[in-house]
């Protein structure tokens, strides 16, 4: 262990909260709270989140072997709490060693642990059948290591449940995906690229025009290759945030990386593509080559991430997200690109026309063309009487008049 602690003591710990773009079941996102040492992950926590944000899934804790022994787990856990001060949590069904951990940790919010509340305040979050199947299996686990696994804060602790949980069953709802809407927003996917040493330097050179060097990376790439399993985020950071988390998980090679992400919105005239949902993400699945308009890049060298090259494209450029199965390519997509996503002969880049200005005001438009008419009519039905002629300036008798000498100066008038 002291090898782990000393590079623990020299490089600091850090913790970041992350999205996980991973599938699984139903519109929970899932989510990780990494324990960074330096460069290096030491740990993670991963759990889903329901898309109100009030109740989370734990789905796994570990801890590097050669950085046990500090209290990561426990550092993990609390950081989750801290993140979803309201939410209900599932600790869910654990391992041996999961247990002995328990026993040992001191909850910081035990009544907002499901397995210590009555089902009927949380049944609509979790299934009530399978929360007592896990209370079940971690009372074993209990009982076989001789562990106490905090029964006295846990709600029928070793008692049978099943009646009451059939009772509270059907109070679960199903969360529904509450995401971005692909056809009426930009999204923002990464990609990660080991570049040339050239090109590499080129397109990070901030003196050269940001436009022609995201025309350099598009035509290296390939217009038709803009990746099918990225996830498609609402915001640009999180789309870079995407290609740190692959970078801390799959390092290597070090040198010559580039972190791309692609803004783009889905090309007019298409089917919407198949897609799985989360609260601030999608995924497409079973791409077969989908059209969009390329509104603009971002690209950074991971090595030093507070610098960001950008470009944005007026009008767009038209590309495509590449099929996720060759095989499977749509004909519209074989018709303009290779296999691996390049321009066929004959096809060239192309400009998506600019949007009108007046696009998306149509019924406002409308609306005051109507009420411009109906006053129009109005007018014509109940036209205004003739003005009276202008009235004659009369002077009487005995009033006199004061009159300015036009060889006498005249003081200026305030205003």
């Known amino acids: 262990m002291a090898g782990a602690e000393a590079r623990l003591d020299e ?13 699984s079941p139903g519109a929970w996102t899932p989510r990780q709270v990494l324990a960074l040492v330096g460069d290096e992950q030491a740990g993670r926590l991963d759990f889903l989140v329901h898309p109100d944000g009030q109740a989370v899934s734990v789905w796994g804790l570990e801890v590097k072997p050669e950085f046990q022994g500090r209290n990561l787990r426990s550092v993990m856990m609390d950081a989750l709490y801290a993140a ?43 299934d009530t059948l399978q929360v007592a199947a896990q209370r079940v299996q971690n009372a074993y686990q209990n009982r076989l290591y001789g562990l106490d696994g905090h029964g006295a804060a846990e709600y029928r602790y070793g008692e049978r449940m099943e ?5 509270w069953v059907s109070a679960f709802r199903e969360a529904g995906a509450r995401g971005p809407d692909p056809v009426a927003q930009e999204l923002h996917g990464g990609l990660r690229l080991v570049l040339p040493p050239r090109l590499h330097r080129l397109v990070h050179n901030g003196r ?6 995201a025309e350099m990376l598009l035509d ?15 915001t640009r950071r999180a789309a870079f945030e995407d290609m740190a988390h692959e970078q801390l998980f799959d390092p290597a090679p070090a040198e010559g990386v580039t972190h791309l992400v692609f803004q783009v919105r889905l090309a007019a005239g298409q089917d919407v593509p ?142």
Do not use: C
């Not at 490089?11 to 599938?23: E, H, I, M």
């Not at 328990?102 to 979790?126: G, K, L, T, V």
């Not at 009646?163 to 009772?167: C, Q, V």
């Open 84 to 126: 979803y001060p309201t939410a209900w949590i599932d600790h869910g069904r654990r391992t041996p060693k999961g247990v002995r951990w328990w026993d040992r940790y001191a909850d910081p919010a035990p009544e907002r642990n499901i397995h210590n509340q009555p089902p009927d305040q949380w049944a609509q979050y979790f």
């Open 11 to 23: 490089s600091g710990l850090s913790l970041w909260l992350t999205d996980w773009k991973v599938k």
């Open 220 to 234: 290296h790439i390939g217009h038709g290759s803009l990746p099918s399993a990225a996830g498609w985020n609402t």
């Open 208 to 213: 050269r025009d940001g436009g022609e060097r």
């Open 274 to 415: 198949r897609h799985d949902l989360r609260a601030t993400w999608l995924t497409y699945t079973d791409s077969p080559g989908i059209e969009v308009d390329l509104m603009g890049m971002s690209w950074q060298d991971p090595h030093t991430p507070w610098v960001t090259n950008e470009t944005n494209f007026t009008p767009a450029i038209d590309a495509a997200i590449e099929p996720e199965h060759s095989r499977n390519a749509s004909a519209q997509y074989t018709a303009r690109y290779s296999e691996i996503g390049e321009l066929l002969p004959g096809q060239s880049q192309r400009r998506t026309s600019a949007e009108h200005p007046f696009a998306g005001h149509e019924a406002e438009i409308a609306a005051l063309a109507g009420w411009l008419k109906e006053a129009s009519n109005l007018r014509a039905a109940n036209p205004l009487p003739p003005s009276p002629p202008p009235t004659m300036r009369k002077v009487f008798k005995g009033l006199q008049i004061h009159q300015q000498n036009p060889s006498q100066p005249q003081s200026p008038r305030l205003r």
């Open 163 to 167: 009646a009451e949980a059939l009772e």
